[in-house]
């Protein structure tokens, strides 16, 4: 009944609890307080300089007529960059995890390629796929060179976007390979026995046990893989710092604080807040839908 002790010994626990429960507190929940304080006012982030509340001027000047379509745009684009990421990484990530469950030869070696781009970080990765697509004279420029035509890729607007979202497809694919390859490796086998009796093989054991079995794995994967896409900003800096039209409502905020000539942390936490309660709400949404289907299926 006292597994920590009786009386001062009893308080051990929430004394190792009150640690990290402190350190949540000074590093996380309370900047998130003063971001949403600093939305309300004209705070500029210089040291000596007054600021004052200024209501609700900040949301206004978001959602204002000179810059409503700049805006939107960067909705869009959000939209857009999270759609293209969530399909097109989770349908790779499933796919590799079922070829590598199949106890192919290697497979550990593809597990370790397949993740490596994890591991390396938004920056290394960014500057390997700038060095590859280095418009003077890089692997990619050249293979265009062989076959007559050229592109300047992160610097061109017509594929620049599109090119981010392959480079982030390629960073994180891993990650959900993983999440996928640890749902598959649950699912025992006698189902696939009985299943394969019962004329099930294929596509239709892929839809009737794979697919229901790895419900979880799928949930958690459409989740991270949602909030990860609609809060990237870091490789749109790397590779074409906001340009090209590859601004995004995430890239925004960083802009709005740091990438003006001068600081506006007010503006720049109501586009903080704004982004929050965008990705809160689509989060919610894909939740809510994800558990039924858990349920269903």
Avoid: H
């Amino acid at each position: 009944m006292y597994p920590f002790g009786k009386r001062k010994a009893r308080l051990i626990p929430y004394l190792y609890l009150s640690i990290p429960l402190l350190l949540y507190v000074v590093f996380g929940f309370g900047p998130s307080l003063v971001t949403v304080l600093f939305s309300f006012t004209d705070a500029t982030g210089v040291r000596g300089q007054a600021w004052s509340f200024v209501g609700l001027e900040n949301y206004k000047t978001f959602f204002g007529a000179s810059n409503a379509g700049d805006r939107l745009d960067a909705i869009g684009r959000s939209l857009y960059f999270a759609f293209a990421v969530v399909i097109i990484q989770n349908a790779v990530g499933l796919f590799m995890a079922i070829l590598i469950n199949k106890k192919l030869r290697g497979d550990k070696l593809y597990r370790a390629v397949f993740f490596l781009p994890v591991v390396l970080g938004v920056t290394v990765s960014g500057l390997i796929w700038q060095l590859v697509a280095n418009p003077l004279g890089g692997p990619a420029q050249s293979i265009l060179n062989f076959f007559g035509t050229s592109s300047n890729f992160f610097g061109d607007y017509n594929i620049a976007f599109e090119l981010i979202i392959f480079v982030q497809i390629w960073m994180y694919m891993g990650y959900s390979m993983t999440i996928f390859l640890a749902g598959l490796q649950t699912i025992p086998s006698d189902l696939y026995e009985a299943g394969y009796m019962d004329g099930a093989s294929g596509w239709k054991a892929f839809t009737n046990i794979t697919f229901p079995m790895i419900a979880p794995s799928f949930t958690v994967n459409m989740l991270l893989s949602i909030i990860g896409a609609l809060q990237t900003f870091d490789i749109i800096y790397v590779l074409t710092g906001g340009k090209f039209n590859t601004t995004t409502l995430a890239f925004d905020v960083y802009a709005t604080a740091f990438g003006t000539g001068t600081a506006d942390y007010g503006l720049a936490s109501a586009v903080a807040m704004i982004q929050f309660l965008f990705v809160f709400t689509i989060s919610m949404v894909a939740l809510f839908y994800l558990r039924r289907r858990e349920v269903e299926v």
